[in-house]
T-cell receptor
Framework: QKEVEQNSGPLSVPEGAIASLNCTYSDRVSQSFFWYRQYSGKSPELIMS????GDKEDGRFTAQLNKASQYVSLLIRDSQPSDSATYLCAVSGRGSTLGRLYFGRGTQLTVWP | DAGVTQSPTHLIKTRGQHVTLRCSPI?????VSWYQQVLGQGPQFIFQ???????GRGNFPDRFSARQFPNYSSELNVNALLLGDSALYLC??????????????FGPGTRLLVL
């Protein structure tokens, strides 16, 4: 059973600050990693995917992957109140579990004005 | 293009009843996956279907079953409902090119309450 752990939160940052969300995973050979945002009462919405070690930037969002440390993070620059949501880290399966996503419990982020 | 659609949006059932949830994937997507999300937890994988065949099943009892139709839409059935089945049921679709870089896009979900 793959395990995906996220920093427990809740995380609270002021508007304009950088929010840092962290995730570790147990399966050393995992290949694909995803960050989803979920507003209260809504379904998960894809923010970023990352497959290779290093950084991947998309607007105010940067995903960082370190496979040696089995660690993936999401940085949100210039945080806005509209970023307030639960952020889910997901890791894809491989082999017989290809196509499955394994999720962490999520980190609740609040950005206050 | 329309995204993933699910019906119904909300459902209230009593223990012992059965329920059928429906999902239509994004046009052109051939794979549908089902997830259960209990309050305060991340989604948990239930099933994946591709080209009408079950590709994978998560750690759920046999009360849970699903199928995929020729138009790639899918149904999730749950029999003998228990209180613990109360959750948000999410359907996700993907193109499925057979790689491990498939992105799954979620529908709005069906919120099931079992009384």
């Amino acid at each position: 059973q793959k395990e995906v752990e996220q920093n427990s939160g809740p995380l609270s940052v002021p508007e304009g600050a950088i929010a840092s969300l962290n995730c570790t995973y147990s399966d050393r050979v995992s290949q694909s990693f995803f960050w989803y945002r979920q507003y209260s009462g809504k379904s998960p919405e894809l923010i970023m995917s990352i497959y290779s070690n290093g950084d991947k930037e998309d607007g105010r969002f940067t995903a960082q992957l370190n496979k040696a440390s089995q660690y993936v993070s999401l940085l949100i620059r210039d945080s806005q109140p509209s970023d307030s949501a639960t952020y889910l880290c997901a890791v894809s399966g491989r082999g017989s579990t290809l196509g499955r996503l394994y999720f962490g419990r999520g980190t609740q982020l609040t950005v206050w004005p | 293009d329309a995204g993933v659609t699910q019906s119904p949006t909300h459902l209230i059932k009593t223990r012992g009843q059965h329920v059928t949830l429906r999902c239509s994937p994004i046009s052109g997507h051939k794979s549908v996956s089902w997830y259960q999300q209990v309050l305060g937890q991340g989604p948990q994988f239930i099933f994946q279907y591709y080209e009408k065949e079950e590709r994978g099943r998560g750690n759920f009892p046999d009360r849970f079953s699903a199928r995929q139709f020729p138009n790639y839409s899918s149904e999730l059935n749950v029999n003998a409902l228990l209180l613990g089945d109360s959750a948000l049921y999410l359907c996700a679709s993907s193109l499925d090119k057979g790689t491990n870089q498939e992105t799954q896009y979620f529908g709005p979900g069906t919120r099931l309450l079992v009384l």
